[in-house]
């Protein structure tokens, strides 16, 4: 077949001060789509893939196996045992990075120019022959279930089981992705290869390269290399419906400090609304010193080292969730701290000033993002999969700047309420308990 | 797949890297402040960074925690600039900032697009010697350090662990003493505390400015002339001499059972020579040795004989060595037991894999590969000029130089397997490490846990 590549589009949007990054759609001869930019400044490329649905797809009574298949594609391909493959690997001095998050399979490669087809030959064995030995199963496993075990005891990770088993029950968003001791300890060689089978495939793929590499060169590479993908995987899940009312979990765990994790439900990413919510939730409880929450709880009385809150958008179900730790005897006095805050913000809104100076910060940041191959792959292939368009980067700060202080007291008297927000406090806290 | 594990405490992960000489240009003003400009034109953002030559080693004896007190307290103003208002500031020029604290360093960063570098320094240069604090800010701030310690050590017992097995490590030398302070020494560290190291260190003969990013270099140095080149100096700077190591003796072993632990395992670290300006061979071979023995839980001499196959007895393996330090550092190891296994019998088995490859020597295949790897890491280092600039930061307070920076990439290359061995066995001594077990309950020490 002859080769054809296809460039539906180039976008270049301006930085402050002087440079562009063009953003390049390719369509390989095969039909596989992916955004580009060339910098050919640096000898090598990094390839960002992802595919849709992720440990959410794990059969009901498997859960973790979508994980532990993600685990095992690179320990063992084609002619090459786990040894063996790491050897290749590393004699290229190429890094690949497989990870299975509820939402999707990420895959992360970075590679020399010179010697890139090796490299990418390698990485087409782990997506095509993963061999799942037996021992390379066996011993994955064991490091599965010691991080289980581990997050047992994390006061974190109990924190956001306790809330995610109690907010969605039964769904995939309600169990860890990891799974249990005894549902990975269940977990068989077919279910594996199943897993495999069902979650990477050709229907749900999303692709970004950034770095030394031509479109014409990524083309051909992404035929070689995801073209022989099923090309359906398994159906994906249904909506988590909420099932989580305002109040107060406390989990015992033996600590100087409790660590709160709280929130209630969010706002869609393609909301009309969505970034009147953003700049909203930064305002609230952004990272920064200058929000509101760091201002009350950290800096005017020193009850905790940090607070933050961030919108979680995913695929099934929306979130508010914010998080901090303080010690025992303070942590009531937080919690109340964070719900005044929760109540005043959507009662009065935000200042213009607040406003003005979140604005002015959100919209100079967002180029600074831009900064190193790696970083830009990732977040090109998560504009795809919110369904951005490519001259997103160039729009989205137009977007920021056309929000007005009423559209942000509207949103937040829609989205923040403090009666419905649930705290999971995991620790001894003083004067708290579960409630209702 | 790697269990959550708390290695050696070290605020930032540095690799091994080195820009390419044409791209880095030094200069010093006459106050005595050095600076390293690192361009990299991609994008049109930089890092602008100051450096002090202080850390937690230097503090004074029963103000444990107080270098890191200051960090925190530098956010709170000048005669010019509000409490809180720097970090505004940055955020209304849409740039990001915050600072860092280590043993042998205090850091202060701010990342923006490059035409706000004039202001970043100029506010830089102004808390540098006209910090204003008051007593409710230090009270309040104190309050924060406490919780920041309840959060990153006393709620994880593998910190709390890792405290400890520092302190049996260095008898003498300030390395012993962690970071954020001792609980009850930090929560009595008071604004006087705070003000009279600030005075003494704080000051361009005592700084790095390292600015990284879409810049000119003498563009950089005029605004730095203009804006660091009036700050007076400290005269008369002691050298920074810290407390010595005494031979050590006898083997430190210590344990530790809590049952917030999930996962017990093996650490040991030995006391191990750390990059020397002019003379980083040994440190080259000890990076390289950390590597072979357990830099990959698939390839390296501790995860095949221990991770692999029927008898195996691990989990999860690693060996770890950081040679940027101003004083002696540490190599260690730590071995994650698979559940049947005892503690007593993963230290075993991994002193066993230790003798043996002290008997059989480096396999060339790996160390072929090893080398590879470590000269691609370059490559990929260069596609992170804010990580470049931590690597110079980190290695100039830590006592090299830019040419021992830029020559470390050799210097690696240069390592033969037989330095690697005498390397190996110069550090591999028990009679030179602290050992230690964490577990859950004490009966683990013995018994499968």
């Known amino acids: 077949m002859m080769m054809r590549l296809v460039f539906a589009a180039l976008v270049a949007f301006a930085l402050p001060a002087q440079a562009e990054i063009p953003i390049q759609a390719v369509k390989s001869p095969g039909g596989i789509t992916a955004w580009l930019v060339e910098d050919h400044g640096i000898p090598f490329t990094a390839l960002e893939i992802r595919v849709r649905g992720g440990t959410s797809l794990d059969p009901v009574d498997q859960r973790g196996v979508v994980n532990l298949m993600t685990a095992l594609i690179e320990e063992g391909a084609g002619d090459l045992d786990a040894q063996g493959f790491a050897n290749a690997r590393d004699a290229l001095a190429a890094q690949f990075r497989f990870e299975a998050g509820m939402d999707g399979i990420g895959i992360s490669a970075q590679f020399l120019t010179e010697n890139r087809d090796e490299a990418m030959d390698l990485l087409l064995l782990a997506l095509t022959e993963p061999r799942f030995d037996p021992d390379a199963v066996e011993r994955v496993r064991g490091q599965v279930l010691a991080n289980i075990r581990s997050n047992m005891k994390d006061p974190d990770t109990i924190a956001a089981r306790q809330f995610n088993r109690m907010a969605f029950g039964a769904h995939p968003y309600g169990s860890s992705g990891d799974g249990t001791e005894e549902s990975v300890a269940g977990l068989s060689r077919a279910d594996i290869l199943a897993a495999f089978k069902g979650t990477l495939s050709r229907d749900r793929l999303y692709v970004a390269a950034t770095g030394d590499i031509t479109a014409q060169e990524l083309g051909l590479l992404l035929d070689k290399l995801l073209g022989n993908l099923p090309a359906k995987g398994l159906p994906a899940p249904k909506r988590a419906d909420w099932a989580l009312n305002g109040g107060v979990t406390v989990v015992d765990f033996p600590s100087p400090q409790s660590l709160v994790y709280f929130g209630h439900q969010g706002i869609k990413r393609d909301d009309p609304d969505f970034f009147a919510a953003f700049i909203l939730n930064e305002i609230l409880g952004g990272g920064r010193f200058s929000a509101r929450l760091m201002t009350e709880v950290r800096d005017k009385r020193g009850l905790t080292y940090g607070i933050g809150t961030y919108l979680a958008p995913q695929d099934y179900a929306e979130m508010v969730l914010g998080q901090f730790s303080s010690a025992n005897g303070t942590t009531a006095e937080a919690i109340a701290i964070v719900k005044a805050e929760w109540a005043r913000i959507a009662s009065e809104g935000v200042t213009e000033a607040e406003l003005a100076a979140t604005k002015t910060y959100l919209t100079g940041s967002y180029p600074l993002r831009f900064d190193g191959n790696a970083r830009i792959a990732r977040i090109l292939v998560g504009m795809q999969t919110e369904g951005l368009p490519i001259d997103y980067a160039q729009s989205r700060n137009a977007l920021i700047e056309a929000v007005t202080s009423s559209d942000v007291a509207r949103v937040a008297k829609r989205l923040l309420n403090p009666d419905a927000l649930h705290f999971v406090v995991v620790g001894q806290p003083e004067g708290l308990q579960t409630n209702p | ?449």
């Open chain 2, 1 to 449: 797949m790697l269990p959550k594990l708390v290695l050696p405490l070290l605020l930032g992960v540095l690799t091994s890297t080195a820009a390419l000489a044409d791209k880095v240009t030094t200069f010093t003003l006459e106050n005595g402040l050095e600076a390293v400009v690192i361009e990299d034109h991609r994008a049109p953002v930089v890092t602008h960074m100051l450096w002090y030559r202080i850390g937690a080693a230097d503090e004074p004896l029963g103000k444990s925690g107080i270098a890191h007190f200051l960090e925190h307290l530098m956010f709170k103003g000048t005669k010019t600039v509000a409490p809180g208002e720097f970090s505004a500031v940055v955020d209304a020029q849409g740039g990001d900032d915050n600072a860092f604290t280590s043993y042998d360093y205090t850091g202060y960063f701010q990342r923006v697009a490059v035409d706000r570098l004039d202001l970043m320094m100029k506010m830089e240069a102004d808390r540098m010697r006209g910090l204003i604090l008051s007593d409710a800010h230090v009270e309040t701030e104190r309050a924060v350090i406490i919780e920041e310690r309840a959060q990153r050590t006393d709620s994880d017992p593998g910190a709390l662990f890792g405290e400890q097995r520092r302190a049996a490590q260095y008898l003498n030398h300030p390395y012993g003493i962690p970071i954020i302070g001792w609980k009850h020494e930090a929560e009595a560290l008071t604004r006087e505390d705070a003000l009279s190291f600030y005075r003494t260190f704080y000051a361009p003969n005592n700084a790095i400015l390292i600015v990284a990013g879409d810049v000119d270099p003498d563009e950089v140095k005029a605004m730095a002339e203009a804006h660091y080149g009036p700050v007076a100096p400290t005269p008369d700077l002691a050298p920074r001499l810290r407390p010595t190591e005494p031979p050590q003796l006898s083997e430190r072993r210590l344990t530790m059972a809590d049952p917030r632990v999930a996962q017990p395992y093996v650490i040991r670290t030995y006391l191990a020579p750390e990059r020397d300006s002019g003379a980083q061979q040994k440190a080259a071979a000890l990076t390289v040795l950390a590597e072979l023995l357990g830099g990959s839980s698939t390839t390296s001499v501790m995860a095949r004989a221990l991770q692999f196959g029927d008898a195996a007895t691990a989990v999860y393996t690693s060996a770890f060595y950081d040679g940027v330090s101003l004083d002696v550092t540490n190599f260690g190891f730590v071995a994650v037991p698979m559940p049947d296994v005892s503690l007593a019998e993963m230290e075993a088995a991994v002193d066993a894999v230790i003798a043996k490859f002290l008997t059989d020597g480096v396999d060339q295949e790996a160390f072929d590969r090893i080398k590879r790897q470590l000269r691609a890491d370059e490559i990929y280092a260069r596609d992170n000029v804010a990580g470049l600039a931590r690597t110079y930061g980190a290695a100039l307070t830590g006592g090299l130089t830019v040419v021992d920076v830029q020559a470390w990439p050799d210097v690696l290359q240069a390592v033969t397997p037989e330095e690697v061995m005498v390397a190996a066995r110069e550090v591999l001594n028990r009679k030179n490490a602290v050992t230690g077990w964490l577990m859950k309950e004490e009966t683990d020490a013995e018994a499968g846990q």
